[in-house]
């Protein structure tokens, strides 16, 4: 089985500045991974996603991820957040056989001027 | 992209009452998942529906109080059965596609329950 584990709920970050969101996974197959953008009260946006090949994945609004297989993750990067990017972002794992995809807990981005 | 319509869009329900959700897609597919959103959490899946079996629920979810079905391979069914505050959520359907690996989600059915 699958699991997910985002290493931080909350990251405040002012505008401007970098950010990374950390993701790391465990499983015991070959993995699909996947980013997810929340907005407050609106639904599930896909970011970005990890499929093969390329292990640096490019997603929209300027957001990319790493996928490291050694260690096990899959964190989402921006070189430079704007407020609007304040939202709640998903990491999720999903085995390669069909099987569902498995969330993590969530991280709050907050972006301030 | 996969068009997943849910119905309801959203509903206020009285406790002890049960509502059915809806999932149709444009074509047809195999697996289909149901996914439970709290207020302020994460997405949690309930269960796995394939169409000719029973579905498949995760732990912490039983069939009798999320009954689901699977008539065919464009349509699946979620019922919240005698609902409480604590049901109050966002419901989502999800399937896979095109195989690619990627889930396509429906636009969600948000419940409060009073």
């Known amino acids: 089985a699958q699991s997910v584990t985002q290493l931080d709920s909350q990251v405040p970050v002012f505008e401007e500045a970098p950010v990374e969101l950390r993701c790391n996974y465990s499983?015991?197959?070959?993995?699909?991974l996947f980013w997810y953008v929340q907005y407050p009260n609106q639904g599930l946006q896909l970011l970005l996603k990890y499929l093969s090949g390329s292990t640096l994945v490019k997603g929209i609004n300027g957001f990319e991820a790493e996928f490291n297989k050694s260690q096990t993750s899959f964190h989402l990067r921006k070189p430079s957040v704007h407020i609007s990017d304040t939202a709640e972002y998903f990491c999720?794992?999903?085995?390669?056989?069909?099987?569902?995809?498995?969330f993590g807990k969530g991280t709050t981005l907050s972006v301030s001027s | 992209s996969a068009v997943i319509s849910q119905k309801p869009s959203r509903d206020i329900c009285q406790r002890g009452t049960s509502l059915t959700i809806q999932c149709q897609v444009d074509?047809?597919?195999?697996?289909m998942f149901w996914y439970r959103q709290q207020p302020g959490q994460s997405l949690t899946l309930i269960a796995t529906a394939n169409q000719g079996s029973e579905a498949t629920y995760e732990s912490g979810f039983v069939i009798d109080k999320f009954p689901i079905s699977r008539p065919n391979l464009t349509f699946s069914t979620l019922t919240v059965s005698n609902m409480s505050p604590e049901d109050s959520s966002i419901y989502l359907c999800?399937?896979?596609?095109?195989?690619?690996?990627?889930?396509?989600f429906g636009e969600g059915s948000r419940l409060t329950v009073l």
């Open positions: 499983s015991s197959v070959s993995v699909y």
């Open positions: 999800s399937v896979d596609r095109d195989n690619t690996g990627e889930l396509f």
């Open positions: 999720a794992v999903r085995g390669q056989a069909g099987t569902a995809l498995i």
């Open positions: 074509s047809q597919v195999t697996m």
